[in-house]
């Protein structure tokens, strides 16, 4: 889904589309310090090894590592 200028509601959009929005913002960023990426700790294994090899890029140009798991007022998850 996508909000479009001058438009008040939402318009679905195909993967392909979806993909390279987000593609031309991540280019358009000055550095991968930039980024932050964001996941649940409801998340399944499979969206965290998608999210993991997705992230990886970007850490490997800052800090060469992509922790395994994040840290959460309960504690590690």
């Known amino acids: 889904m996508v909000e ?3 438009l008040d509601h939402y318009e679905p959009i195909g993967w392909d589309e979806a ?3 987000l593609a031309d913002e991540l280019r ?3 550095s991968p310090n930039e980024t932050l990426f964001y996941t649940s700790g409801r998340r399944n294994n499979d969206a965290a090894f998608l999210l993991q090899l997705f992230a ?3 850490a490997r140009a800052t800090c060469r ?3 395994p798991c994040v840290t959460s007022r ?3 998850l």
């Open 65 to 67: 590592t992509v922790p």
């Open 4 to 6: 479009r200028p001058g």
């Open 28 to 30: 358009a960023l000055d």
């Open 56 to 58: 990886r890029p970007s």
């Open 19 to 21: 993909l390279g929005m």
């Open 74 to 76: 309960a504690g590690p």
